[in-house]
């Protein structure tokens, strides 16, 4: 099948989708990424859809990650880094040169795989997105911290300790955290770089349920290989491999009927 | 002799010629500390720190001496600490890498390694010459300042990059500009190594006494150093004019110096040892 059939054959799938808002929130047009020689990404198009959660997987390396981080622009300072091709979010290309880079990433926020909270307290971490946009309001500072941590269900657990140092929470703890601080500067997109794979089944079950809630505000973007959780939580499934998109269709079809033998082998632990 | 013993024995004699490599220089500034302590603990009273030097060896004092070593000491830090701290961020984390930030990569290595009397030299030609400072405590201190930059610069590198890369990425994910990563993240996490960098280079800069003698430092100061335009001296080069003096009195006096200068290197020290630790201990990753 050729690169044109799969992508003819992406577009109809999607329009089988009828739970999902059909407005597009990203859309990705002919990105290929280089690192100094090695073409990391082939010929990517896509579109995200507000609202939703979409998902990449794939085996290590095929670019899923990458292909993430152009959406927030994090590759810019890597070393070799260079991209052809347009991504627009909300209609506005992001790549365009009197975009400001730190706006953006106000609107399109990101968790990490590791949770990575600052050396400093609770409240400083999620507070730190609002003050560096030069905010002094106390009061304000305070109901947004609040509301965040609220947001991720972490408020009753950390109410009391607030200037406790961020790095003495647990694992799922402070992934939470990461996601409160990122839902404080009120993004409308959360990139999210296989967030659970460092956590145990508890807190990962407790961030899958949080997923859930912040889908009707966020569209979510997630990196994962927990098949399981694509399976339960995720409205959109795609499918990288060597840095070529496979296959993209709802979570749906791509575990119960892909059309790609690639995407089959994969799903079932075949390969990957 | 089987190999097991024979390997066993390897492994002792190496254990003993450890133990041996070891004590030599332990015992080595014993004996220096202790010779110089009998020499001059007697010597040493307010009486000693709070006297000008003089041709008798009983009234000589090290008040212009550790003065002015304290004068650079300060001049010196307010000179090399933002520009040593600066050109560190600059080089980590805005420089693009590449054939020219190798060179200076390389050249800073190599100037952290040239002996401290070619910095003088060229301290007289720009500073005093040139810049027409003259023998001025200013002219000292930016002198020192040459010489311990690629230090700084060095271990303020270090020092960033044992921060973790995440720290910074999360800072960027929220919308922070570089500046703002770097002020509100980066470097109150690297403060403490940056910090033991600066302070131990100062604490060699004023141990230095070639630099300084080039440009211009003089061994006799009658007065206490005033500003920073004053001529000066410091405690290295007061020394080192006593113990080339014949009388005996003078080694007693250049003893008891030494014994100040000592205890001023190891409070220095002492400061960055502390520092490391309570910045480890604040910073666990």
Partial sequence: MTTTDIKENNKASITEIDNLS????????????????????????????????????????CGKSTFLRCLNRMNDYIDGFKMKGEILIDNKKIYWKNVVVEELRKQVGMVFQKPNPFPKSIFDNVAYGIRIQGVKDKKFIEERVELSLKQVALWDEVKDNLKKGALALSGGQQQRLCIARTLAVEPSVILMDEPTSALDPISTAKIEELLFELKK???????????????????????YYMGELIEYDSTKNIFTKPKQEKTQNYITGRFG | ??????????????????????????????????????????????????????????KAGILTAWTGTLWILGLTTLVAFPLGVGAGIYLEEYAKK??????????????????????????????????????????????????????????????????????KEAAFALGAT????????????????????????????????????????????????????????VLPIQIFNWVS??????????????????SITFVMNGIAVYLRNRWQKKVKW
């Fill in chain 1, 22 to 61: 059909k407005n597009i929130k990203i859309e990705a047009r002919n990105i290929d990424v280089f690192y100094s020689e090695f073409k990391a990404l082939k010929d990517i198009n896509m579109n995200i859809y507000e609202n939703s959660v979409t998902a990449f997987i794939g085996p290590s390396g």
């Fill in chain 1, 217 to 239: 505000q966020y569209t979510i973007v997630i990196v994962t290989n927990n098949m399981k959780q694509t399976a339960r939580i995720i409205d959109m499934t795609t499918f």
């Fill in chain 2, 1 to 58: 002799m089987t190999n097991a013993t024979k390997n066993r024995l390897i492994d002792k004699t190496f254990l003993m010629f450890g133990i041996l490599a070891t004590l030599f220089g332990i015992v080595i500034l014993c004996i220096f500390i202790g010779n110089i302590f009998a020499d001059g603990i007697s010597r040493l009273s307010f009486d000693f720190l709070e006297s000008l030097p003089s041709r008798k060896p009983e």
């Fill in chain 2, 98 to 167: 590449g054939w020219l930030s190798n060179i200076l990569e390389i050249n800073i290595a190599n100037l952290a390694g040239v002996p401290s009397i070619i910095y003088g030299l060229l301290g007289l030609e720009i500073f005093v010459r040139v810049m027409g400072l003259g023998g001025s405590l200013l002219a000292g201190s930016f002198t020192l300042s040459l010489l311990i930059l690629p230090i700084i610069i060095v271990s303020t590198r270090e020092a960033i990059k044992a921060v973790p890369k995440s720290i």
């Fill in chain 2, 178 to 233: 570089k500046w703002q990563a770097i002020w509100s993240q980066i470097l109150p996490a690297s403060m403490g190594g940056i910090l033991t960098g600066v302070i131990l280079s100062i604490s060699r800069a004023i141990g230095e006494t070639a630099p300084l003698i080039v440009v211009g430092a003089l061994a006799y100061v009658p007065f206490v150093a005033k500003s920073p335009m004053d001529e000066f001296t």
């Fill in chain 2, 245 to 262: 003096r014949p009388q005996h009195g003078f080694i007693v006096n250049a003893a008891a110096a030494i014994l100040i200068l000592l």
